[in-house]
């Protein structure tokens, strides 16, 4: 198994820096990729354009890398933790610890990208170094490297980042990377693959890397099988002297050739995503790169063209096929020509494509290139196993890697336009860098867990409210109630409105200790705003909800004298406390003056609800306060108007009273909310209203929806909004404001599509994601028609940063949680008074 080829090249690193045996230095970066997923195809042309301004900023010899690797459960449980203190929040804690096994039995994985470019030719000496490949675990003194040296190196790859922009956010990684990824090619899809490196932290920044020697097996002949020649194997058996019982088979596949009509963008050029979602091997893929500039390619195509031209008139006698060929090839010269006179800022790449494909068997690593040459053929890409190149393929993933024959015949040349279009440095990552796992990823197939940094986002100065749509039994509520208990087990509070006859949200509350229970129909409290809220504005807050309640105008004559009346002024003036302070008082005050029609108006007004409303009303009820852990608000048995009848102002002109009443102790809720949220207790708070249009059509709803929004993240708070039909519901600041959208299954065509377009999709561009929605996610089968375990919580979703993708909804880690949450008590056990 062995062989002389030296396919180690590093002989020194200092910090991103690779001094190389043949005397090239390069300088190694993490690179942010773009995001990409379902996003309109005008952002996608951002990321082309990004993409277009990296390739042609390039060096020739500039190498890309995208490097699957197992996500390290570790990583992922120091970022549900970030912001979190443990030693107080014990609920979380142990949700984290639950959250372990669970991320050990999902295994996601990531792709880390990184940009490797040579910045200059190293020290001659450094080449007569000892070469680690042959088997030295000893470390390369760099300290030979002189400072001076250093520093220009540095500058010069500061020259090309300056020339790339910083769409790609380029870090440079620590020395120790090098050794990783040695070791991840040795043992590429293999038992002993070693966990991704987190940018920061994971990896030491060392200043050598010690390299394990290996022995790479082209055609696998150790396994016994001599019938075949090596050459004729397209697979290479990895065995490191250490581990010689768990190898890791490869196969290294190249792009043979690409469409002859050429690749649309967005949605056919796109050949890498192809890649994701293979399961029991790991993929990687590496691209090297090297361009010429518009006027170089206009000469050697006008030395091309002369060429041709003497072809042809050497057969211009001549029948045959020939002289069409020929004709052929100078018209799509001419073509090709033309395009980089029309477009002057255009290069020629020159690129170099190998994907690697690594298991723990010859089987299952051979099995999964079929099955990517299948999918490829959907992109009408051949995708060819070169035999007897395995290995100088292989070799193109070390950074430094001196330039092969296999590079060059394995090359394609497009315009950098065209190549731009290929899109290599994208991610389809949705969910924010921290906060608590509440998902996996689908649309990456990676499975990569979904943070939610609910209570981290005001921190990072973006609003932590969400919305959620879905039809009945789509996951709506179990993603409310997921939310509300990962803010209590973080330290926060919540509020929610329970419109539920069975009462899901009080069974749920009694989990949590510390938890109240309100029925608006039956009072324990008083929603009275002239005693819950401060003197100097309880009047207007009162104002607010009571004369759409009467069906009042504030410049009518009885609104007129119910404003006098809820003035600071006027509280001041006749000692009014309560609103049955304020009904005595119009009483009183009907007889006497010039507005005692009005007052008398207003008297009988009140009158009529008085006694019928005792969470406003009786003096004897405490005023709510806002301060348990758990807040549930039974709204049962109130009579709410629906969307049609807020919008419809004949309608909203005929609601009865007790609709009105209805509507306006639930805004008083979300009032009281936003009262006591929105001020700097320390505690983050969250407001959840399942029914959305009370919060989004009425005016104080939609000033509460509004302030929540707005000012949340300055005030540790939040709201979070559900909702059958979001271009009904979510309009205004519901739809400008609220930046984390979920959509859940939702069957009717028109609301699937009103879902998507407030989703942020283009269904224009991807029709396929209405069906998608309608049929594929959580789709109920069998005779009774539910939806299996595996597929529950299935969904689309919006992030704060706009990405849109694709997710499947976890639930809690700890059973006891997950059970709370899961399970709602049926009618027949509910003692409803």
Wanted: charged letters at 20%; a negative charge; glycine letters at 8%.
């Amino acid at each position: 198994m062995a062989f002389d080829r030296d396919l180690q090249p590093t002989a020194a690193v200092r910090g991103n820096l690779q001094f190389t045996h043949s005397g090239l230095v390069t300088a190694t970066y993490f690179v942010e990729p773009l995001g990409y997923g379902l996003r309109r195809g005008s952002d996608k042309f951002d990321v082309k354009a990004a993409h277009h301004a990296l390739v042609t900023s390039l060096p020739d010899g500039a190498l890309l890398l995208g490097i699957q690797a197992r996500l390290n459960t570790l990583d992922v449980l120091t970022k549900m933790v970030e912001g979190v203190d443990l030693d107080t929040c014990e609920d979380y804690a142990d949700e984290v610890v639950a959250s372990f096994e669970r991320m050990r039995a999902i295994g996601p994985r990531t792709r880390i990208h990184l940009l490797s470019i040579p910045v200059g030719a190293g020290n001659t000496g450094i080449s007569g170094l000892a070469r680690v490949w042959r088997g030295s675990t000893t470390a390369v003194d760099a300290t030979a490297i002189s400072r001076a040296e250093l520093d220009g190196y540095a500058e010069k790859a500061n020259e090309i980042l300056s020339r790339i922009g910083g769409d790609f956010d380029p870090v440079p990684v620590p020395a120790s990377l090098f050794q990783w990824l040695w070791e991840h090619y040795l043992s590429r899809g293999a038992v002993g693959d070693p966990v991704a490196p987190a940018r920061a932290g994971a990896l030491d920044d060392a200043t050598a890397a010690v390299f394990r020697s290996a022995a790479l097996d082209e055609g696998a002949r150790s396994d016994g099988n001599r019938r075949l020649r090596p050459s004729f194997v397209p697979v290479i058996k990895v065995v490191q002297p250490d581990f010689e019982y768990r190898p890791s088979y490869q196969a290294m596949l190249t792009p043979h050739s690409f469409p002859y009509s050429g690749m649309v963008f967005p949605g056919g050029s796109e050949f890498l995503t192809v890649l994701e979602a293979m399961e029991n091997v790991t993929v990687d893929w590496a691209m090297r790169i090297a361009t010429r500039s518009a006027d170089q390619v206009l000469k050697n195509n006008e030395l091309n063209l002369r060429r041709l031209g003497d072809q042809m008139d050497q057969r211009d006698q001549e029948v045959s096929f020939a002289q069409n060929t020929l004709a052929a090839k100078a018209q799509m010269l001419g073509e090709y020509n033309n395009h980089f006179e029309v477009n002057s800022g255009e290069s020629e790449v020159s690129f170099t494509t190998v994907i690697a494909v690594g298991g723990p068997s010859r089987e299952i690593a051979m099995d999964a290139v079929n099955t990517l040459k299948r999918r490829y053929k959907r992109f009408q890409v051949e995708l060819a196993a070169p035999v007897g190149a395995q290995v100088d393929l292989w070799s193109m993933f070390v950074p430094g890697s001196p330039p092969r024959r296999a590079f060059d015949d394995f090359a394609h040349i497009v315009p950098s336009d065209m190549w731009a279009g290929f899109v290599p440095f994208t991610t389809s990552q949705v969910g924010d860098d921290s906060g608590p796992v509440i998902g996996v990823n689908l649309l990456s197939g990676n499975f990569e867990p979904i943070h939610f940094g609910i209570m981290e986002a005001a921190l990072h100065d973006f609003s932590a409210s969400f919305a959620v749509t879905g039809e009945l039994g789509s996951g709506k509520s179990y993603f409310l109630k997921l939310m509300a208990v990962l803010v209590h087990d973080m330290g926060g509070q919540f509020l929610a409105l329970d419109r539920s006859q069975v009462g899901e949200w009080e069974h749920f509350a009694g989990t949590i200790d510390d938890a109240v229970v309100i029925d608006l129909a039956d009072p324990a409290v008083s929603l009275d705003p002239l005693r819950l809220f401060d003197p100097r504005i309880a009047g207007e807050r009162a104002l607010d909800s009571i004369l759409p309640l009467l069906d009042l105008s504030p410049t009518s004559g009885a609104g007129a004298a119910a404003s006098a009346l809820l003035s600071v002024k006027g509280l001041a003036e006749h000692g009014i406390r309560s609103m049955l302070d304020l009904y005595r008082t119009a009483r009183r005050l009907r007889g006497d003056g010039e507005l005692a029609a009005e007052y008398a108006d207003l008297a009988a007004r009140l009158g009529t609800i008085v006694e019928r409303v005792p969470v406003l009303f009786d003096p004897d009820l405490p005023p709510l306060r806002l301060d348990a852990a758990a807040t549930v608000v039974r709204s049962h048995r109130l009579a709410l108007p629906s969307a049609e009848e807020l919008t419809t102002p004949h309608l909203y002109q005929r609601l009865p009273l007790t609709k009105r009443l209805g509507t306006a102790l639930y805004e008083l809720v979300g009032v009281a909310a936003r009262e006591a949220f929105l001020s700097d207790n320390g505690r983050f708070g969250l407001l959840v209203g399942d029914e959305a249009h009370h919060f989004t059509q009425t005016q104080v709803g939609a000033a509460v929806t509004s302030d929540f929004s707005r000012d949340g993240r300055k005030h540790l708070a939040a709201i979070g909004l559900a909702s059958h039909d979001p271009a009904t519901d979510f309009q205004g600041a519901a739809h400008n404001l609220v930046p984390n959208r979920f959509v859940f299954r939702q069957r009717d065509e028109v609301l699937a599509r009103n879902s998507l377009s407030w989703l942020g999709v283009d269904l224009e561009e991807a029709p396929f994601l209405l069906q998608v929605l309608r049929e594929e996610t959580s789709p109920p089968v069998g005779v009774g028609r539910r939806v299996p375990e595996e597929r529950r919580g299935e969904m689309f979703m919006r992030d704060a940063l706009n990405r849109i993708g694709r997710g499947k909804v976890l639930g809690p880690a700890r059973p006891d949680r997950a059970a709370a949450i899961t399970s709602t008590p049926t009618a027949a056990r509910q003692t409803v008074p």
